[in-house]
């Protein structure tokens, strides 16, 4: 089996607690032909210089800085620095087990796939948002309208060639959040993938800076890449029919709605409601809870007083 050399590209921007741990979960992998490429993305907390203290202990961690510009203008920075064949990225607050590369790596030599992908859980929510999950095998199903049902996997369950994400073009530094759902999306009708069922990876959930805390902007600019991406690729929508789009487009974007408002993040609520009722989506029920969206906050927030008050569901 080939050694290639993996280039783990991690953007860093104020992460000082949990990077220790992010960095030695990359650099104690039982795949030892790596290297791991940092970049520090204008952290204004002690990052910098744990990055330096790190870096003495182990030749093979690379730290490179930039001013804050986002996740995804750190990782084209670090795809520019890599020298790897083969690609993974690993966030500085997540981490992965022991021999997490080893198994990817192993599953795409012998399937010559261009992406192989795992399980992951979670870590840091209640219990039942904490278990292990497994993702389907998307080798023998139309990956285009798979993917376009929403993101396979995290950013650091995958093992990507790097000559697919450069095809690619890396990742669109437009987007605020959701640019590694735009890149896999982009990758999908013309790569192969095979799963490795098993549960490698770990996405911490914390107090800090995590780009997926807001909710409106995150289902905003998932909404954003599925329409760019049908734009570029006609035969895709012309082959799923109008229907099938809408379901897997705005049908997608009303259940995030639902869970901001269930939730009571009404500011995530109304942003998206006020986005499906523009699109012309949604069922006379759904109106019940799309049309206050467009009323003024207190206004809504007052309505839904009322029903709570009146013992009926809102």
């Not at 990077?19 to 993305?41: F, G, K």
Request: charged share 25%; proline share 4%.
């Amino acid at each position: 089996m080939n050694d290639h050399l993996i280039s783990v590209i991690m953007p860093c921007y104020n992460d000082q607690e949990y990077l220790r741990e992010s960095v030695a979960s990359a650099l104690t992998q039982s795949y030892r032909n790596i290297e791991v490429i940092v970049v520090d993305d204008g952290s204004s907390d002690g990052s910098p210089e744990l990055l330096k203290l790190l870096q003495g202990g182990d030749s093979r961690l690379k730290v490179f800085s930039q001013a804050n510009r986002g996740a995804g203008p750190a990782r084209n920075r670090g795809l520019a620095e890599a020298r790897g064949e083969l690609v993974a990225f690993l966030d500085a607050d997540d981490y992965w087990s022991a021999d997490c590369l080893e198994k990817l790596h192993g599953a795409l030599c012998l399937s010559r796939a261009d992406i192989a992908y795992c399980g992951w859980q979670n870590t840091g929510l209640p219990e039942a948002r904490c278990q292990p999950y497994l993702p389907a095998d998307f080798s023998r199903v139309d990956r285009a309208e798979a993917f376009l049902g929403g993101c396979p996997w995290p950013i650091h369950a995958a093992l990507t060639r790097r000559q697919a994400i450069s095809q690619a073009g890396g990742f669109d530094e437009g987007l605020s959040s959701c640019m590694d759902y735009d890149l896999w999306l982009r990758l999908a009708p013309a790569t192969q993938t095979v799963l490795v069922p098993e549960v490698l990876a770990y996405y911490r959930h914390h107090g800090g800076t995590q780009i997926t805390k807001n909710r409106a902007r995150v289902a905003l600019n998932h909404w954003r890449v599925q329409k760019n991406f049908l734009r570029l690729h006609p035969e895709v929508a012309a082959r799923l029919g109008k229907r099938r789009v809408r379901e897997l487009t705005c049908g997608e974007l009303l259940k995030r709605g639902y869970i901001c408002y269930w939730g009571r993040d009404m500011h995530s609520a109304r942003a998206i409601f006020r986005t499906i009722l523009l699109a012309g989506y949604g069922t006379l029920k759904d109106l019940k809870y799309l049309l206050p969206a467009l009323l003024p906050l207190a206004w809504h927030s007052k309505l839904i007083e009322l029903f709570e008050r009146d013992g009926k569901p809102c």
